[in-house]
């Protein structure tokens, strides 16, 4: 059975086109802006709410239960007067982890990583590329003016490692939380993917 593949990325790095790709080609699910669309249908809240919340750290109240005994797949109460960011993640949290029960599928960040570390039909891919090709990518898409796309990446990125090292009590950037670490600078998009699917493969085999 395929597992679930968990996709981490630089900002720019073409991590989600990639992502889409391995989806496409493996016949799975992709998990993204969806899992917005899911927590809002579950909580009731409105998805432009979620969608101003997505991927950005929470509360220190959140914080403190991470770092005490709360763990991520159980209820609690109150969560209702959480902060938004906060509910965002433990509604994620509960969808991913009732996805991977189901069946495989492809999901874009929101330690996902983390929150199927317990898991054992997962599979980790961290996509980077280095900065020359991160700002080529964002310019051609219109994400960024060239004087100010270096300014975006690093920002986007700390973003990321923010909300990463928040919820998950790990680092971002730490390597040995992923099976595979991805040069997406090396490749094209289909290209990539097919490295992705390889090593998927390897590794059932």
């Avoid at 969560?79 to 495989?104: C, S, T, Y």
């Avoid at 599928?105 to 891919?125: M, P, S, T, W």
């Amino acid at each position: 059975m395929l597992p679930v593949i968990t996709i981490a990325r630089q900002y720019g790095s073409g991590g989600h086109e990639i992502g889409e790709r391995v989806a496409e080609k493996l016949n799975i699910p992709l998990l993204d802006k969806q899992l917005i669309a899911l927590a809002a249908k579950q909580s009731g809240l409105s998805e432009e709410v979620f969608q101003r919340a997505d991927e950005k750290a929470g509360s220190s109240l959140l914080y403190s239960m991470v770092m005490g005994n709360y763990t991520f797949g159980s209820r609690i109460t109150g969560v209702n007067e959480m902060p938004i960011n906060d509910k965002l993640f433990l509604l994620q949290n509960d969808i991913i982890k009732k996805k991977a029960d189901e069946g495989p599928f492809v999901v874009i960040g929101r330690c996902a990583d983390y929150i199927l570390r317990e898991y054992k039909n997962v599979f980790h891919v961290f996509i980077h590329a280095n900065k020359e090709a991160r700002i080529d990518r964002i310019v051609r898409k219109g994400l960024a003016e060239p004087k100010k796309a270096p300014e975006v990446i690093v920002k986007r990125d700390k973003q990321r490692a923010n909300y990463y090292n928040f919820y998950s009590n790990r680092r971002w950037d730490d390597l040995s939380n992923y099976h595979l670490t991805l040069d997406s600078s090396l490749y094209t998009v289909d290209e990539a993917a097919d490295v992705i699917i390889a090593a998927v493969n390897a590794r059932k085999a």
